[in-house]
């Protein structure tokens, strides 16, 4: 059974840094694609990144361009979401997900078919 855990939240000030970890077990994932989303309270889950498990293009929201990078480790089944320069408005749950979409829906929740519980981020001085 594949399972998704997300680690690495907390508190941070405006302008600091975090980063998220996502670790996968319970499958191969090669041929899949590995996204992070967010949600915020009130408001609807969104697209943050993401990227081909076994490498390739990367694709981010316009909201965290130049600010966040996803990234995979070498061979383990970990993905991180390095979030620098952060903004009060990067405040959510963030999920990571895996599932098999094609570039048009790389950033379509629906296409994703396994995700983790969350892990909270908060950014506030």
């Known amino acids: 059974q594949v399972q998704l855990m997300e680690s690495g939240g907390g508190l941070a000030q405006p302008g600091g840094s975090l980063r998220l970890s996502c670790t996968a077990s319970g499958g191969t994932f090669s041929g899949y694609s590995v996204s992070w989303f967010r949600q915020a309270p009130g408001k609807e889950r969104e697209f943050v990144s993401a990227r081909r498990w076994n490498g390739g293009n990367t694709y981010y929201a316009d909201s965290v361009k130049n600010r966040f990078s996803i990234v995979k480790a070498g061979s383990n089944s970990a993905v991180y979401l390095q979030m620098n320069n952060l903004k009060s408005e990067d405040t959510a749950v963030y999920y990571c997900?895996?599932?098999?979409?094609?570039?048009?829906?790389?950033?379509?929740?629906?296409?994703?078919?396994?995700w983790g519980q969350g892990t909270q981020v908060t950014v506030s001085a």
């Open positions: 997900a895996v599932g098999r979409p094609i570039t048009s829906t790389m950033s379509t929740a629906s296409a994703y078919y396994y």
